[in-house]
């Protein structure tokens, strides 16, 4: 194995940082148990030392013009793409997935974020009001210092998601990642760095989720960015509100992809499998309720099992493998049981429901599909964060709706069908942030993404979420004489 120890635990003003007073985090090779890296979670001196450079760092990065800070963004995605490779093998060797999908889907995607928000950072402006002689403009102004706090599944990508918009609109960032995946967000400073932004304008802190609960409450920051689960969307929301701090929440999901009679199977099942099996099922989109018309269930299925059979299992390092380890013992466990919880509800298991054969060692589980499945299922109510397929049928469309919706999350939905006008009305009532008519789970930077209900607040991505990273100052310009009453 390559060595990936990096030069301390953390990157701060513009250097590596080490405090080896803190807890230990053991960055583990997900496809063999092998610690490749050790690293310290933040202390409080490193938290501070965090926040004071990235206080500092931004009052000069907002005092350029809007135009060279676009530059430094633009910078940061060439470098991303010109070291796509070795980003995609530490993507790889930090969560455990596919080579063949880090190649495409990290760095890359991290590059056409920073690309996207270089653009536009230069018209990033207000507005002028006419008042009939009086005026208003506005001016869109940073928020400030914010937090970014990540989950395992996507490293680079949920790094960069948060910190192009935020740096596009003239704020400094400190980035905590999972303590699970410590390694890529490390690389992504070192390019800010390189690419010219200034030494502390984007900062990482490693840690566990104390680290996080005392970046959330720090009086120096102004705004919060989580993706992680609901239940710890629920403290991170309730701890900024005491200081009432903006917040965006990129949180849980158990999203419904809906197969009408008309559509066609071959492609409705290559969605299928991608929105369970990618990433072997951590994404937080995916579509994991399966709901397809009783009259193309038996083909749907058939073919579904057939295709996932042929799924290479393996080193994710090969580029042959599509399907690597979960991230860590711990999740694949969680996994297990659920499967275990879907057999003993009557589930019927079509496919997988184990530990592959001839991979005992590593977080490896067989991609697993189960038919027969009813609403009221754990397997189809609870988010799993694993390659869990649930099928269930319907009959009609309202009534593939009303099921789609019954649920507290709402981050995104698919619906295959070839009549577009029943895509276009079935999505119009769907309570999804995201949804997609005949595709699955693309998530181009030039669209907004996030959740509704239980799934988030704010959104990622395209310039809505400037309106998150920014805050309107709207000034009244009098050009009559002031009336007073007295
Ligand atoms: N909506 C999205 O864009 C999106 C994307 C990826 C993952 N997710 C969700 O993330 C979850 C899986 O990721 P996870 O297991 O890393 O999530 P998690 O909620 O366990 O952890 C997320 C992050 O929060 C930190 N954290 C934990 N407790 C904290 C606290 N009290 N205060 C501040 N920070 C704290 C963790 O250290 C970690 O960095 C799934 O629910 C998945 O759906 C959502
Ligand atoms: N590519 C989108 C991933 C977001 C959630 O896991």
């Given at each position: 194995?390559?060595?990936?120890?990096?030069?301390?635990?953390?990157?701060?003003?513009?250097?590596?940082?080490?405090?080896?007073?803190?807890?230990?985090?053991?960055?583990?090779?997900?496809?063999?148990?092998?610690?490749?890296?050790?690293?310290?979670?933040?202390?409080?001196?490193?938290?501070?030392?965090?926040?004071?450079?990235?206080?500092?760092?931004?009052?000069?990065?907002?005092?350029?013009?809007?135009?060279?800070?676009?530059?430094?963004?633009?910078?940061?995605?060439?470098?991303?793409?010109?070291?796509?490779?070795?980003?995609?093998?530490?993507?790889?060797?930090?969560?455990?997935?596919?080579?063949?999908?880090?190649?495409?889907?990290?760095?890359?995607?991290?590059?056409?974020?920073?690309?996207?928000?270089?653009?536009?950072?230069?018209?990033?402006?207000?507005?002028?009001?006419?008042?009939?002689?009086?005026?208003?403009?506005?001016?869109?102004?940073?928020?400030?210092?914010c937090v970014g706090i990540g989950a395992w599944n996507y490293?680079?990508?949920?790094?960069?998601?948060?910190?192009?918009?935020?740096?596009?609109?003239?704020?400094?960032?400190?980035?905590?990642?999972?303590?699970?995946?410590?390694?890529?967000?490390?690389?992504?400073?070192?390019?800010?760095?390189?690419?010219?932004?200034?030494?502390?304008?984007?900062?990482?802190?490693?840690?566990?989720?104390?680290?996080?609960?005392?970046?959330?409450?720090?009086?120096?920051?102004?705004?919060?960015?989580?993706?992680?689960?609901?239940?710890?969307?629920?403290?991170?929301?309730?701890?900024?509100?005491?200081?009432?701090?903006?917040?965006?929440?990129?949180?849980?999901?158990?999203?419904?992809?809906?197969?009408?009679?008309?559509?066609?199977?071959?492609?409705?099942?290559?969605?299928?499998?991608?929105?369970?099996?990618?990433?072997?099922?951590?994404?937080?989109?995916?579509?994991?309720?399966?709901?397809?018309?009783?009259?193309?269930?038996?083909?749907?299925?058939a073919r579904l099992v057939e295709r996932t059979k042929t799924?290479?299992?393996?080193?994710?390092?090969?580029?042959?493998?599509?399907?690597?380890?979960?991230?860590?013992?711990?999740?694949?466990?969680?996994?297990?049981?659920?499967?275990?919880?879907?057999?003993?509800?009557?589930?019927?298991?079509?496919?997988?429901?184990?530990?592959?054969?001839?991979?005992?060692?590593?977080?490896?589980?067989?991609?697993?599909?189960?038919?027969?499945?009813?609403?009221?299922?754990?397997?189809?109510?609870?988010?799993?964060?694993?390659?869990?397929?649930?099928?269930?049928?319907?009959?009609?469309?309202?009534?593939?709706?009303?099921?789609?919706?019954?649920?507290?999350?709402?981050?995104?939905?698919?619906?295959?069908?070839?009549?577009?006008?029943?895509?276009?009305?079935?999505?119009?009532?769907?309570?999804?942030?995201?949804?997609?008519?005949?595709?699955?789970?693309?998530?181009?930077?030039?669209?907004?993404?996030?959740?509704?209900?239980?799934?988030?607040?704010?959104?990622?991505?395209?310039?809505?979420?400037?309106?998150?990273?920014?805050?309107?100052?709207?000034?009244?310009?009098?050009?009559?004489?002031?009336?007073?009453?007295?």
């Amino acid at each position: 194995m390559k060595d990936v120890q990096p030069k301390g635990s953390h990157f701060i003003d513009g250097a590596y940082v080490e405090d080896t007073a803190g807890r230990v985090i053991n960055c583990v090779y997900a496809a063999t148990g092998e610690v490749v890296a050790k690293l310290h979670s933040a202390t409080p001196a490193v938290i501070a030392q965090a926040l004071d450079s990235a206080k500092r760092a931004q009052k000069e990065w907002a005092a350029l013009p809007p135009v060279e800070r676009g530059r430094v963004l633009r910078r940061v995605a060439d470098i991303l793409r010109e070291r796509n490779e070795a980003l995609s093998e530490l993507e790889t060797i930090d969560t455990g997935k596919p080579i063949q999908e880090t190649l495409v889907a990290d760095a890359t995607s991290g590059a056409d974020a920073l690309e996207y928000y270089g653009g536009i950072t230069a018209s990033i402006t207000g507005e002028s009001v006419p008042l009939g002689g009086d005026f208003v403009y506005t001016i869109r102004e940073p928020l400030g210092v914010c937090v970014g706090i990540g989950a395992w599944n996507y490293p680079t990508q949920i790094a960069c998601w948060k910190s192009a918009p935020a740096l596009a609109c003239g704020n400094a960032m400190v980035f905590k990642p999972s303590e699970m995946t410590p390694l890529c967000a490390l690389k992504l400073a070192e390019i800010y760095v390189e690419a010219g932004a200034p030494a502390g304008l984007f900062n990482v802190v490693n840690g566990y989720g104390d680290v996080g609960a005392a970046l959330v409450t720090d009086s120096r920051v102004d705004k919060v960015s989580l993706t992680g689960s609901v239940p710890t969307g629920r403290k991170v929301y309730a701890a900024a509100a005491e200081g009432i701090r903006h917040v965006t929440m990129e949180l849980g999901g158990k999203s419904p992809l809906i197969v009408f009679e008309d559509a066609d199977i071959e492609n409705a099942v290559s969605a299928a499998i991608n929105a369970n099996f990618y990433s072997t099922g951590q994404i937080c989109s995916n579509g994991t309720r399966v709901f397809v018309h009783a009259d193309i269930a038996e083909a749907f299925a058939a073919r579904l099992v057939e295709r996932t059979k042929t799924a290479v299992i393996g080193d994710p390092l090969d580029p042959e493998t599509n399907i690597g380890p979960m991230v860590t013992d711990t999740q694949r466990a969680k996994v297990l049981e659920y499967i275990e919880i879907g057999k003993s509800e009557g589930a019927k298991l079509l496919l997988g429901g184990g530990i592959p054969a001839g991979f005992e060692t590593g977080n490896y589980i067989e991609p697993t599909i189960f038919s027969g499945v009813t609403d009221d299922m754990r397997i189809a109510a609870e988010e799993i964060f694993g390659p869990v397929m649930a099928i269930l049928t319907f009959t009609s469309e309202e009534e593939a709706i009303t099921r789609a919706n019954a649920t507290e999350f709402g981050l995104a939905a698919g619906v295959f069908t070839n009549d577009i006008k029943r895509g276009h009305r079935v999505v119009a009532q769907l309570e999804a942030g995201t949804c997609w008519i005949n595709q699955y789970n693309l998530t181009p930077v030039e669209a907004p993404f996030g959740g509704v209900k239980m799934s988030g607040v704010g959104r990622e991505n395209a310039r809505a979420a400037l309106e998150h990273y920014s805050q309107i100052k709207s000034v009244y310009v009098a050009l009559s004489d002031v009336e007073s009453a007295f």
